[in-house]
């Protein structure tokens, strides 16, 4: 019901930053967070940063904090992640999420997803 498209996505040294970009697109009108996760090869799913889309009200993990920012453009109905002092753990296929119920960090709440956008960081 709601589509997802992320990209910015790339390779940058340790310590360089990149912004990573989610459009979203449907009936958007039914979304009340929107979430950043990622997933490195072998690993789960795991939460980055969500935020709701009228408050602007944010949480992040604790392994992002102070290095990543997440914003929103209601106008453009776009999320964004500016991830700054980035390091190699931070390597991993990101994607874009839409919750309908809460502000929340299980990824197993969202029930929207985009396909996702590679961020690689070389030490």
């Known amino acids: 019901q709601v589509q997802l498209v992320e990209s910015g996505g790339g390779l940058v040294q340790a310590g360089g930053s990149l912004r990573l970009s989610c459009a979203a697109s449907?009936?958007?009108?039914?979304?009340?967070?929107m979430g950043w996760f990622r997933q490195a090869p072998g690993k789960e799913r795991e939460f980055v940063a969500t935020?709701?889309?009228?408050?602007?009200?944010?949480y992040y993990a604790d392994s992002v904090k102070g290095r990543f920012t997440i914003s929103r453009d209601n106008d453009k109905n776009t999320v964004f992640l500016q991830m700054n002092s980035l390091k190699p753990e931070d390597t991993a296929v990101y994607y874009c999420?839409?919750?309908?119920?809460?502000?929340?960090?299980?990824?197993?709440?969202?029930?929207?997803w985009g396909q996702g956008t590679q961020v690689t960081v070389s030490s």
């Open positions: 935020i709701t889309w009228s408050g602007g009200r944010r």
């Open positions: 999420a839409a919750s309908t119920t809460t502000l929340t960090s299980a990824p197993g709440t969202y029930a929207n």
């Open positions: 449907g009936r958007t009108f039914s979304v009340y967070a």
